[in-house]
């Protein structure tokens, strides 16, 4: 049981992505906090206690990318920032997207796993978090419009960075 808490733990940020958008309105910011903490102990709980894999690491970077774009797009449709800055604020996200349907169509997921979590990345879903957490505390305002501006430049940086070394990884030469 010990060494499926990480796993709960992201199965967990899954069901709260799942009840933000029907939640009321002020609940978001303690929903928001939760997803987060989890975000955080699952990797510091599998890390502490040896129980990172392959699997798991999928899991909670699926979850990750499910609960922040249902985050986002909760709070953007609740008129805190305009739902046009989706894409510049998820480009890490989409372009991880796209490089898992390539290594699903090539059968490739070798490549994927070669790739791992990055500092740009985990600076990118940190401004996030910040993102929709000040958005909700402060609405409105240089404060929001500051976050948004981090939020896109992290996520920007984080896609190059990932979006460089899958192209390493997959233009490698084989053998």
Not at 76 to 105: C, E, K, M, Q, T
Not at 153 to 172: I, K, P
């Amino acid at each position: 049981m010990l060494s499926q808490i990480p796993n709960i733990l992201s199965l967990l940020r899954i069901g709260l992505g799942l009840l933000l958008p029907f939640a009321p309105q002020s609940w978001w910011l303690a929903l928001i906090i939760a997803g987060g903490l989890t975000d955080f102990l699952d990797g510091w709980v599998a890390r502490r206690w040896h129980l990172t894999s392959w699997q798991g690491a999928l899991l909670d970077g699926f979850a990750d990318k499910f609960f922040m774009l249902i985050a986002l797009v909760t709070v953007a449709r609740g008129g805190y920032f305009s739902l046009l800055w989706l894409p510049p604020i998820l480009a890490r996200d989409i372009l991880v997207l796209f490089a898992a349907l390539h290594g699903l169509y090539h059968r490739s997921w070798e490549t994927f796993k070669r790739v791992p979590a990055r500092i740009p990345g985990k600076v990118t879903t940190a401004g996030q978090f910040l993102l929709l957490a000040v958005a909700l505390v402060w609405p409105g305002g240089l404060l929001v419009a500051f976050f948004l501006a981090l939020a896109v430049a992290a996520s920007l940086l984080a896609a190059f960075d990932y979006g460089r070394l899958f192209y390493l990884e997959v233009t490698a030469p084989k053998g």
